[in-house]
């Protein structure tokens, strides 16, 4: 694939002064790290630390030194290979559902209530189904312990769908326990961290600080070879400044300071550039995932781990604010294209609503068509002799059509002009002959039709009965 020219929020010398402020950020102010052998491991490396402080302040050559061991490739397993794919700088988009909601808005009702488990079930039934929606996250339901929740979560994604998992674990003990259901279903440790199936999901707390037990996660993830997705999410205005420029280059630092923990620990440990500020609405402090600088500062993200890191991007696009399929699909689409045409790689939030507070199944199979779309515009337009088509132009000459000419057939069945399923085409009275169904109707039929349908090849009884009895574990211990 040959990427098209990307659009460009920065000049030169502004990414320059973003990276320059970032490395001054953590050499001046450093990373509060709460974790004793994360700072000595720092220690050693040539980070200045002040254990009583426990903070941790990092010469910028031993941050570019860790750079450099950063795979530029991130790959993604599925529970078989059919279902891998990898991030490339030039390569193509991926979507994926955002983790840490706890609401559903219910199939059948429309309404929003807490998530149940039956509800992570269907959601994950239909992203296995859903052809450009790649990795499921996190749903946080409500039926079972709040103690092991992501435990039950991860149990629903392991059995009910089959493709890559970014998972975030309550604590490092829950941690441990995933790793064991991951080995009960690739067979042993060796086979999880040669293609494991899941990405430990964690994140400093912006500003600059690593708590204890999310540091216990990342050095762990090293130790069992899982890769770390990190969103780094300073939120403009209350945990960031006001400045879109001040939230980027202090998000982009907390990165480099996690990233150099992580290269420590494990040199060529896998972790995609994955840096996801928001914005406050300053009226209230709530963190807003659509507002209009958003895409500001995904297309600034995007350019900066292009062109400075040669890491493909990751982070928000397909979130969303309010509580109207009309506002979620504008503001979904305001901000893919922004990330989609600036080189992003992972598009974040498929079925994301309510500023990141709950997941809707019909919005996940509208967002499935907006990917489609986003790779379209990727893949931008080809000219070459073929595509410009000067023979068959004079072939068919003034007043003629194109319609029969294998030119046409050829080109059209390699997707030079795409489909839509959910967004109409029709004239209005085809329209109003089909029942003048809106996008949201027809997703709602859409995702109907594929949980009659669709069938997820079950895991092995053994292997369901022994994951049944890990969860049954932990949840006595934590009785």
């Known amino acids: 694939m040959i990427a098209p020219p990307y659009l460009r929020m920065l000049t030169d010398e502004e990414v320059r002064r973003v990276y320059q402020a970032s490395l001054q950020i953590l050499a001046q102010t450093g990373m509060t790290v709460e974790h004793e052998r994360a700072r000595l491991m720092l220690e050693a490396a040539g980070a200045q630390v002040d254990h009583d402080a426990q903070m941790v302040r990092f010469p910028p050559e031993l941050v570019e030194e860790k750079l450099k061991l950063v795979p530029r490739v991130t790959p993604y397993h599925g529970r078989t290979p059919d279902f891998d794919f990898a991030l490339t700088l030039d390569g193509d988009i991926y979507g994926r559902v955002a983790g840490g909601a706890t609401g559903y808005i219910d199939l059948h009702t429309g309404k929003h209530r807490r998530a149940r488990l039956a509800d992570w079930r269907e959601f994950a039934t239909l992203v296995d189904a859903l052809p450009n929606v790649n990795v499921v996250a996190?749903?946080?339901?409500?039926?079972?312990?709040?103690?092991?929740?992501?435990?039950h979560s991860l149990h629903v994604l392991l059995t009910s769908q089959r493709k890559n998992i970014v998972h975030n674990a309550f604590s490092a003990q829950n941690l441990r326990i995933m790793f064991d259901m991951l080995a009960t279903v690739f067979g042993s440790r060796e086979a999880v961290?040669?293609?494991?199936?899941?990405h430990v999901m964690l994140s400093p707390?912006?500003?600059?600080?690593?708590?204890?037990?999310?540091?216990?996660?990342?050095?762990m993830a090293c130790e069992f070879g899982l890769p770390t997705d990190i969103p780094i999410m300073p939120t403009a205005g209350t945990t960031g400044p006001i400045t879109l420029a001040g939230t980027l280059a202090l998000a982009n630092a907390e990165f480099l300071g996690t990233m150099t923990l992580a290269q420590t620990a494990r040199p060529g440990h896998i972790m995609p550039f994955f840096v996801d500020p928001v914005v406050a609405d300053m009226?209230?402090?709530n963190p807003l995932f659509a507002a209009p600088e958003i895409g500001i500062l995904v297309a600034a993200i995007s350019q900066l781990g292009r062109e400075v890191y040669a890491m493909p991007p990751e982070g928000i696009g397909l979130d969303s604010d309010g509580f109207t399929v009309e506002q979620a699909v504008f503001q979904k689409c305001q901000n893919t294209v922004f990330q989609a045409l600036a080189g992003g790689k992972l598009i974040i939030g498929a079925g994301l609503v309510e500023a990141s507070m709950a997941l809707d199944p019909v919005q996940l199979?509208?967002?499935?068509?907006?990917?489609?779309i986003?790779?379209?515009w990727t893949r931008g337009m080809r000219v070459d002799d073929e595509?410009?088509?000067?023979?068959?132009?004079?072939?068919?000459?003034?007043?003629g059509h194109f319609l029969m000419e294998e030119h046409t057939l050829k080109l059209v069945r390699s997707g030079e002009l795409i489909d839509t399923k959910i967004f109409d085409r029709d004239r209005r009275d085809v329209w109003e002959m089909k029942g003048s169904k809106s996008p949201a109707q027809k997703a709602h039929e859409k995702a109907l039709s594929i949980l009659e349908k669709h069938q997820v090849p079950p895991l092995p009884d053994a292997v369901l009965r022994e994951l049944d009895r890990i969860v049954r574990a932990a949840d006595a211990q934590h009785d």
Not at 387 to 399: F, M, S
């Open 387 to 399: 595509t410009l088509a000067v023979d068959v132009i004079h072939r068919v000459g003034p007043r």
């Open 374 to 376: 986003a790779r379209r």
């Open 205 to 219: 707390i912006s500003p600059l600080y690593l708590n204890a037990d999310d540091t216990e996660q990342l050095l």
């Open 138 to 151: 996190t749903l946080h339901c409500g039926d079972v312990s709040l103690k092991t929740a992501d435990i």
């Open 365 to 372: 199979v509208i967002d499935d068509e907006i990917l489609s």
């Open 193 to 198: 961290a040669e293609r494991p199936q899941m």
């Open 283 to 285: 009226k209230t402090g």
